[in-house]
């Protein structure tokens, strides 16, 4: 456990909390947090873990002007997609992995590079999902964290993986706090 890891599991943790309750200065924390999870993920040869953070730097900035309310448009409210839409969204997810992980293993060294690799591309739409708050991104989390307890802890990033272990509570809970608030707006 390094400074540098503590420093981006707090930001992270932050960034999660702050996302639940909907306040745009999540993405500042995410940024900060991406920045420095490049450097540890690139140190124990999780180059796809890296390169995630540059999405997640990209998707930040995107949040950040996307969650924004003006005198002219309302704040994005939290919305919910039909089942066609997630299946082929885990088709997508699948096929990616399996050509993302099969060129990883051939020509990098690359630790766990199926598992890094389903990680990646499913953090990549989750990420997506939440900056158009869209419901069900907190059950793609829930995957995905549990998979990147393993991936993490196989790499001794145990401050990492305890993060992720707490990002699935936090998921389950950041899911039930949206549903609430979605079940009110059909209400409205």
Not at 62 to 84: C, M, V
């Amino acid at each position: 456990m390094s400074w540098t890891e503590s420093c981006a599991v707090a930001l992270a943790l932050s960034y999660v909390v702050l996302a639940i309750y909907q306040n745009r200065w999540c993405w500042i924390a995410s940024i900060i947090s991406a920045f420095l999870y490049i450097y540890i993920f690139w140190q124990v040869q999780l180059y796809l873990e890296a390169v995630l953070q540059t999405f997640y730097i990209g998707m930040a900035v995107y949040g950040w002007f996307a969650w924004r309310g003006t005198h002219t448009t309302p704040e994005r409210s939290i919305q919910t997609w039909p089942w066609r839409y997630h299946l082929l969204a885990f088709s997508v997810l699948v096929s990616l992995t399996l050509l993302l992980g099969t060129l990883m293993m051939r020509w990098t060294d690359a630790a766990a590079p199926f598992v890094d690799a389903a990680t990646t591309v499913s953090a990549l739409l989750a990420t997506w999902l939440v900056t158009q708050k869209i419901l069900e991104n907190w059950l793609y989390w829930i995957v995905i964290d549990m998979a990147s307890v393993w991936l993490y802890l196989s790499r001794d990033l145990s401050l990492t993986a305890a993060l992720f272990t707490g990002y699935i509570v936090l998921a389950a809970f950041g899911y039930r706090t949206w549903r609430a608030q979605w079940q009110q707006q059909q209400i409205s």
